[in-house]
């Protein structure tokens, strides 16, 4: 009998890996013999067919690991990939060496075979390892909404807009960066513990990558096999899913708001769910994986490719180890220096940079501060004051100190640091530090501190916007952690500061800003935030290298509770000379 061995790449996707533990097990269900194995090709018998994802395996083993070209001659691709994404065309490049190919969409299916590749439908069905709910209709979930899926742009400024018709609702929303995922993290679930938690969500946000316009069908079935309803992107390639009776299909502009309706009609969101289990367990795999045990048995012996020109692929291809996604958005919208592709700064931007330093030296020795108190005593129930700063090109914190003062949980206090701001004079519920010429972020924000007495700070910048339930959330992950944050939703990028804080990643890029609850004590332990003029606009990424550096503990709140208008800032030295500045950092920590 021919044996299929399920190949994952060491260093590849978890969710790759369990893909093909779940195509395994429905070999094993239709009387076929399979085994998985990971990393490179194990040792075969005669009868022996190797089943790999093409365009994640090839490109992630090692050169030295690369199947000889006999083994290629053995190895059926398994192709998951839709058209109009770059892993497609990498995958369609990769199967040419390959002796047979398996494809789970029809899309796919039928674009690859319009190239004259020849490849199998393989249908993907119900799994008894996906499913950890097992249709208990009352059974009961505790988070209204989930997200899983990789960052990207235009999924991220979607979610972003959809803050505000999920606020209410019990939100989490998983966006790792676009890298290999091995292991959980607070932003991947992998197998089990991804299984649980669609088990306990009524409702999964669906999105697109890139340009494709289909069905996550994976996703889609793991979500409907635990009983989470499905909310997608009008979608091709449903059938045999019915829209309206087995998921909901909408604009991708439309689907918080979807969602928050759906939310409120319990008898539909029980059909839905119900509708959506039933027709996952009539899907059975058993004929698509009969489909590829025939196909392993039919592998002839005709004469082995040329291995050549994909080896080159893949090797042009292969990330270095530990490489970083390059897409994840800096918190500071003007930021060009390590991920820059900009070359050094010119002589004209470091005399700039140096006359800028030298100007705010001087503007710190005269400036006048004056502090204008609170119009009207207003006294939260969280023993929190918040610190917002105000800088030239931002708006008016009047309404971001108004969602503040109304929430759900309202601080002990708000303190404003007008700087180099001149407001219009006018009664206001929080008290103002106000510098006639700009001496800094970091400077304004320890003068704060100052007049500070809460055991915790929310740190804010001037041009946000928050949910009523923003310090609710915070203070409810406070638990046994020193900062909570979560992301913020900006016009432009989409969700800024939604990734825990990773040493690696942060010596790299500033990603992570203002918009956390930190603990007073571990602010005055770090002596507060760096005043340095070279830095200005660094001083929160500062914070975070220092976070990391000493492993504090922290918390991300996985739910949009901050959003923000693009930030104009006036030239700062980070701006004019940005390798250098940024060069500059690592001896500042």
């Known amino acids: 009998m021919t044996e299929l061995c399920f190949v994952s790449a060491e ?32 040792e075969a018998g005669a009868d022996t067919v190797f089943v790999v994802v093409p365009h994640e395996y090839f490109v992630t083993i090692k050169d030295a690991d690369f199947p000889t070209a006999e083994q290629c001659r053995r190895t059926i691709g398994f192709c998951v990939e839709h058209p109009g994404t770059a892993t497609f065309e990498r995958n369609a490049e990769l199967l040419s060496i390959l002796g047979g190919a398996v494809d789970i969409n029809h899309d796919s299916t039928a674009e690859l075979r319009r190239r004259g590749i020849a490849v199998e439908q393989f249908q993907l069905g119900y799994s008894p390892l996906w499913d950890l709910w097992g249709g ?38 998983l966006t790792p960066p676009h890298e290999p995922m091995t292991t959980a993290r607070v932003d991947f679930l992998p197998g089990k513990a991804k299984f649980e938690h669609l088990a306990r969500s009524r409702f999964l946000l669906n999105l697109h990558r890139e340009q494709k316009q289909t069905l996550e069908w994976v996703r889609t079935l793991e979500a409907m096999t635990n009983g989470c309803v ?55 795999m058993t004929a698509s994986a009969r489909r590829l045990i025939d196909l392993a048995s039919s592998l002839g012996s005709a004469p082995a490719a040329d ?121 206001r ?40 339930f923003l310090l609710e959330r915070l203070l409810a992950a406070s638990d046994d952690v020193d900062v909570v944050h979560c992301p913020v939703a900006d016009p432009v990028d989409g969700l800024v500061g939604a990734l825990p804080p990773e040493e690696r990643r942060l010596r790299t890029l ?24 070279l830095f200005e606009g660094l001083e929160d990424h500062l914070f975070w290298r220092r976070v990391a550096a000493a492993a504090k503990p922290t918390a991300l709140v996985q739910q949009v509770l901050l959003r923000r208008l693009r930030p104009d800032p006036d030239s700062r030295p980070m701006d004019l000379d940005p390798h250098r500045v940024w060069a500059a950092v690592e001896s500042a920590l």
Request: glycine fraction near 10%; proline fraction near 6%; charge should be negative.
């Open 11 to 42: 260093g590849g996707s978890a969710f790759m890996e369990e893909l093909l533990e779940v195509v395994a097990d429905a070999v094993r269900t239709a009387g076929g013999k399979a085994r998985t194995a990971v990393g490179r090709y194990p």
């Open 510 to 533: 500033p990603y992570l800003g203002s918009g956390y609850l930190v603990r007073r004590s571990l602010v005055d332990e770090f002596g507060g935030w760096n005043s340095e003029v």
């Open 230 to 284: 499905v909310v997608s992107e009008t979608s091709a390639d449903v059938e045999p899913l019915v829209p309206g009776e087995h998921l909901v299909l909408a604009r991708p502009e439309a689907l918080g708001s979807v969602v928050a309706a759906l939310a409120d009609e319990p008898e539909r969101e029980r059909h839905l769910r119900s509708a959506a289990y039933g027709f996952v367990k009539s899907l059975d």
């Open 307 to 427: 291995i050549a020109p994909a080896r080159a692929l893949a090797t042009s291809l292969r990330n270095p180890e530990d490489a970083l996604a390059v897409d994840t958005p800096s918190f500071d919208a003007r930021f060009a220096g390590d991920r820059s592709a900009a070359g050094p700064a010119s002589a004209r931007g470091t005399a700039l940079s140096a006359r800028i330093a030298q100007r705010a030296a001087g503007a710190r020795r005269v400036a006048s501060r004056t502090w204008e108190p609170a119009a009207a005593s207003v006294t939260g129930s969280a023993d929190v004051d918040v610190l917002i700063v105000r800088r030239t090109g931002e708006v008016d914190p009047d309404d971001l100190a108004n969602d503040l003062l109304t929430g759900s949980v309202s601080p002990r206090k708000v303190l404003v640091g007008e700087d180099g701001v001149h407001p219009w004079p006018r009664p």
């Open 136 to 173: 208990d209709l009352d059974s009961p979930r505790d988070l209204d909404v989930t997200y899983l899926g990789t960052a990207e742009r235009r999924r991220s400024v979607l979610l972003g807009s959809y803050a505000r018709d999920l606020a209410g609702l019990r939100t989490r929303l």
């Open 429 to 468: 519920p929080y008290d103002v530090l106000l510098h006639d010429t700009p001496l800094g972020r970091g400077l304004t924000r320890n003068s704060l501190l100052e007049r500070s007495t809460a055991s915790w700070l929310l740190v804010l910048d001037g041009g946000m916007r928050a949910s009523e």
